[in-house]
């Protein structure tokens, strides 16, 4: 039996450009208490900048630094974003010796004309304009009808999703969405994954943004990446560039600095990225994306996923609402499961 729902870990803008920090002294002065004490260093290494661990999220932190936003799903899906304390005596969110695991309900069978099935929407409460964000992701919703979610703030400040899909069918894609007026012209040879769109605005071709889809990762997504337990997802965001790479649990290359959680990293020792995209006189990525947050979401059916024609290619039963409503055991495997979220900021040049 399936399970239907959508899921994605992205990054995503939450508040108009206005609410960001006035200058880099401010950043560093307001770090919430993740944060490591740091002194204004130079270090020069070619184009690369090097970046120091300011954020390190496991297990309780998600309950206290992460906002559970009880709210209609902007996409119009069948659930039901609970708050945090619902979400902890439903036991939708809850942490073993070593992750934070949030799920959707699969033990109620839902009345139609009733609420949708309960389920969890996290949004960081802090906010960055740069970054390296590596998320040491353990297990992911498995099912049909995954997708990306809209957001406080969309489309005006843009969104990077970083784990993207629909309906279980491998592998991952990222994309970028801003508003009209941003084409990609980053070449091909500039990463290992393959362009499949290079417009970003949301009003083409039904808010497809500019995707890359992970064809040599075919174990980046769904079932063949929990098999292995899971991977590393790590962002880069600058004023001049966007980069996403992977790594597998299992896989010889992971750089150390990623594996270990070293608390300096320099992404030059990374390699060729999976997902790039570089700004332009075609896309000024500092003007298209404004502050963003961390979103980690799970919802069901909706305005993708819960198309019929989307839905039925997928060889889920039934339509997607009544799936939802009535078979909850569908969704035993629908959470996230998450060893930790670290974060980087820039080192003062």
Not at 34 to 63: A, C, E, M
Not at 278 to 289: F, I
């Amino acid at each position: 039996m399936h399970a239907l729902f959508r899921g994605l870990v992205l990054l995503s803008v939450a508040t108009p450009l206005a609410l960001a920090l006035d200058s880099a002294d401010d950043f560093f002065h307001g770090l919430p208490r993740h944060s490591q004490n740091h002194r204004r260093t130079k270090i020069v290494l070619g184009s690369y900048p090097i970046w120091k661990k300011t954020d390190d999220y496991r297990k309780d932190d998600f309950f206290n630094d992460f906002t559970f936003e009880a709210i209609p799903d902007p996409t119009h899906g069948r659930v039901n974003y609970v708050d945090k304390q619902t979400a902890i005596a439903h036991g939708l969110a809850t942490c073993t010796p070593d992750s934070f695991i949030m799920r959707a309900d699969s033990t109620t069978v839902l009345d139609p004309a009733g609420p949708g099935r309960e389920s969890i929407r996290l949004q960081s409460k802090k906010q960055w304009t740069s970054g390296v964000f590596v998320l040491d992701l353990k297990h992911m919703p498995v099912g049909c009808g995954y997708w990306m979610t809209q957001h406080i703030g969309w489309p005006q400040n843009g969104e990077i999703d970083v784990l993207e899909g629909v309906n279980d069918q491998i592998p991952n894609r990222s994309a970028i969405h801003t508003v009209n007026g941003c084409s990609m012209s980053t070449p091909q040879s500039s990463m290992t994954g393959n362009i499949v769109s290079t417009n970003c605005s949301y009003l083409n071709n039904y808010n497809e943004g500019c995707a890359v889809l992970w064809e040599n990762r075919q174990d980046s997504y769904a079932k063949p990446l929990n098999d292995m337990g899971g991977g590393w997802f790590v962002t880069e965001r600058t004023d001049n560039h966007v980069s996403i790479w992977f790594w597998g649990r299992n896989d010889e290359n992971v750089p150390p600095a990623v594996r270990s959680g070293a608390h300096i990293i320099c992404t030059k020792e990374f390699g060729k990225p999976i997902a790039y995209w570089e700004s332009s006189n075609t896309c000024n990525l500092a003007k298209v994306l404004g502050p963003h947050n961390i979103l980690i979401n799970l919802t069901l059916c909706g305005d993708w996923a819960g198309q019929p024609d989307v839905y039925r290619a997928s060889g889920c039963p039934g339509t997607c609402i009544d799936n939802v409503n009535n078979n909850p055991g569908c969704f035993k495997d629908a959470y996230w499961e998450i060893n930790s979220l670290r974060v980087y900021s820039q080192l003062h040049k």
